[in-house]
């Protein structure tokens, strides 16, 4: 049974950083591209970044400059670094292995991220 494990969320002042970490079980890892969401309060999910199996990136307007993705194929594990980050930025964000073929997506149960000071 696949599981994506999400950590690394928490509190943080506007101006700061977080890393989020998404850990991968019960599946193979590298084929697939994996990609962060976030879901703010009364809004619907939306795409964060994604990353191919082979490593390219695409980015949401929105993070662009501030975020990074990048992943670690060995450990199975995804990671978001968030920089310089905002209030807009607060939301649960979710960790998810994009559908191949006729294997569909898999999720993870979130990860919440607040910019407060």
């Known amino acids: 049974q696949v599981q994506l494990a999400e950590s690394g969320g928490g509190l943080v002042q506007p101006g700061g950083s977080l890393r989020l970490s998404c850990a991968a079980s019960?599946?193979?890892?590298?084929?697939?591209?994996m990609g962060w969401y976030r879901q703010a309060p009364g809004k619907q999910r939306e795409l964060v970044a994604v990353?191919?199996?082979?490593?390219?990136?695409n980015y949401a307007d929105s993070v662009k400059g501030r975020f990074t993705i990048s992943r670690d194929n060995a450990k199975k594990t995804v990671y978001l670094q968030m920089n310089s980050l905002k209030p807009e930025d607060t939301a649960v964000y979710y960790c998810?292995?994009?559908?191949?073929?006729?294997?569909?997506?898999?999720w993870g149960q979130g990860t919440q991220v607040t910019v407060s000071s």
């Open positions: 998810k292995r994009e559908p191949i073929g006729r294997v569909g997506s898999a």
């Open positions: 019960g599946t193979i890892f590298s084929p697939y591209h």
């Open positions: 990353i191919t199996d082979g490593g390219s990136a």
